[in-house]
Nanobody
Framework: QVQLVESGGGLVQAGGSLRLSCVAS????????MGWYRQAPGKQRELVAT???????DFADSVKGRFTISRDNAKNTVYLQMHSLKPEDTAVYYC??????????????WGQGTQVTVSS
């Protein structure tokens, strides 16, 4: 069993900053990729940023230059630092991890989501 727990969402004014955190725990052997997706009301879930264990990060065009992603592999934690937030960034943000468990099976896991609301 693998769990992802997010924290750090909230209400912020346009132009402000927030940092999201996500901790993975459970029967983890390794984590290939960790990242963040978001879903606004009436829209499909979309990629925000991903970070593999090795290699380059990937960002949605809409957040490039404003958001950064980082990982602490020793803590199985991924962070999303968001700056210059805009009302259109308002969404539920979901943590994602591609995890190989103790049985050496690889699956995708999702957190429960954390609300980010940006007021104009």
């Amino acid at each position: 069993q693998v769990q992802l727990v997010e924290s750090g969402g909230g209400l912020v004014q346009a132009g402000g900053s927030l940092r999201l955190s996500c901790v993975a725990s459970g029967s983890i052997t390794s984590i290939a990729t960790m990242g963040w997706y978001r879903q606004a009301p009436g829209k499909q879930r979309e990629l925000v940023a991903t970070m593999p264990s090795a290699g380059s990060t990937d960002f949605a065009d809409s957040v490039k230059g404003r958001f950064t992603i980082s990982r602490d592999n020793a803590k199985n934690t991924v962070y999303l630092q968001m700056h210059s937030l805009k009302p259109e960034d308002t969404a539920v943000y979901y943590c994602h991890a591609r995890v190989t468990n103790w049985s050496l099976r690889t699956n995708n896991y999702w957190g429960q989501g954390t609300q980010v609301t940006v007021s104009s």
